[in-house]
């Protein structure tokens, strides 16, 4: 029972597997494991775990992120149904700096998603009914908090479908180039 990292297109940002043991009683999977991440030196100090409940297919929230110093690490995990999931590079130094990655994360699968810190996180339910589970390196601090306009042309996500369901908050979310514009060394996590 030993977790797979899988690397991406955007630096720092990891697929993770597991290999469950299966008997006539069900399956049993190790979710997380200290030296596992250790030894890729990922973080490993989860301040928070947090779940999201969703429950209507193609709710959309995010992609979110915190600034400044209280950017934060991410891994996340389908619980129950499915989603498609988003990595959004905000780091300006690095070579993916406005690029994404996407992959599906799910009950059946039980796939997970590390997002380092400079990153944006997303999502869209799949199904009725999707339970997303955060481990969250940091403190919420709403005064931190923000996120990037999930129709950016200039990031240009490929959504599966479009969202039936958004916060009016996340659907006034900044574009890149707002972001960019703002001058704001604090507005981009991790710098």
């Not at 944006?120 to 996120?147: C, K, P, Q, R, W």
Request: glycine share 8%.
């Amino acid at each position: 029972m030993t977790l797979r990292f899988t690397p991406t297109g955007i630096d720092g940002t990891w697929i993770v597997d597991t290999e469950p043991f299966a008997d006539d009683r069900g399956a049993f999977a190790r979710i997380f494991s200290l030296s596992d991440f250790r030894k890729l030196g990922l973080e490993t100090g989860w301040r928070q775990i947090s779940a999201s409940s969703n429950f209507v297919r193609g709710t959309l929230r995010g992609p979110h992120f915190q600034r400044g110093d209280r950017s934060e690490v991410k891994l996340v995990r389908c619980e129950r149904g499915s989603i498609f999931d988003v990595v959004v590079d905000l780091r300006p130094s690095s070579p993916s700096f406005g690029t994404y990655v996407s992959l599906e994360l799910s009950e059946a699968n039980r796939r997970a998603v590390y997002v380092p810190k400079g990153c944006a996180h997303g999502f869209m339910t799949l199904e009725d009914d999707s339970v997303v589970n955060y481990f969250i390196s940091e403190d919420f601090d709403a005064a931190a908090s923000s996120g990037l306009l999930w129709c950016d042309e200039e990031v240009g996500i490929e959504w599966p479908f479009a969202p039936v369901r958004i916060s009016e908050k996340d659907s006034r979310l900044p574009r890149l180039a707002d972001l960019r514009a703002a001058r704001d060394p604090g507005v981009f996590p991790g710098v």
